[in-house]
């Protein structure tokens, strides 16, 4: 099981601007997204600047991106190119 340990976490650490939140793992696709709409709601209740989703896999981006493109999503997000790493 992944510790959870990332550069991410370790900014985070260092500068309170920055805010590093995980949800369950899996497919945010095949395995529902009630937790990714749990969590996404709490964080657009004061929407940050910027907000980055990492997934672990390209498999599904496309019905991801689909599902953030969305109501109520679209009007809350401006989504932009992807990042690959």
């Known amino acids: 099981m992944p510790t959870g340990l990332s550069p991410l976490a370790d900014l985070a650490d260092t500068s309170p601007s920055v805010q590093v939140l995980r949800i369950a793992p899996g497919c ?13 709601n709490r964080v657009l209740r004061h929407p940050p600047q910027q907000l980055y989703i990492g997934l672990a896999s390209a498999e599904h981006l496309e019905l991801f991106r689909d599902f953030l493109q969305a109501a109520p999503y679209a009007a809350l997000l401006d989504l932009q190119a992807d990042l690959a790493a």
């Open 28 to 40: 945010l696709h095949c395995s529902g997204n009630l937790v990714l709409r749990v969590t996404l």
